[in-house]
Nanobody, 123 residues
Framework: QVRLVESGGGLVQAGDSLRLSCAAS????????MGWFRQAPGKEREFVVT????????DYAESVKGRFTISRDNAKNTVYLRMNSLKPEDTAVYYC????????????????WGQGTQVTVSS
């Protein structure tokens, strides 16, 4: 069982940066790939980025490539999402999730989900 709690969301202006954190409970955190997804109002939840268990491999959605960076600290049971050059279209609830699969983009591949943190980017 893995419990995930996101934090770090907020209201920022276009061009600003934010860092989201996702703290995981349980001693098996390092065995999971971790992903970030987001859901904008009126839209379906979409893939943002995923990182493998060691942090050596990542996969980004095209819409965030070059602006967002995922990282993890297995000693702290935490995964991070650094978001730079934020745009109004990045506004969404951001969720972290845990998967036993290798770098899955499909949300059906994730077993555990956090409650989400709101990111709002004003123009």
């Amino acid at each position: 069982q893995v419990r995930l709690v996101e934090s770090g969301g907020g209201l920022v202006q276009a061009g600003d940066s934010l860092r989201l954190s996702c703290a995981a409970s349980g001693r098996t955190f390092s065995s999971y790939a971790m992903g970030w997804f987001r859901q904008a109002p009126g839209k379906e939840r979409e893939f943002v980025v995923t990182i493998n268990w060691s942090g050596s491999s990542t996969d980004y959605a095209e819409s965030v490539k070059g602006r967002f960076t995922i990282s993890r600290d297995n000693a702290k049971n935490t995964v991070y999402l650094r978001m730079n050059s934020l745009k109004p279209e990045d506004t969404a609830v951001y969720y972290c999730a845990a998967s036993k699969l290798l770098l899955p983009r499909d949300q059906r591949g994730y077993e555990y989900w956090g409650q989400g943190t709101q990111v709002t980017v004003s123009s």
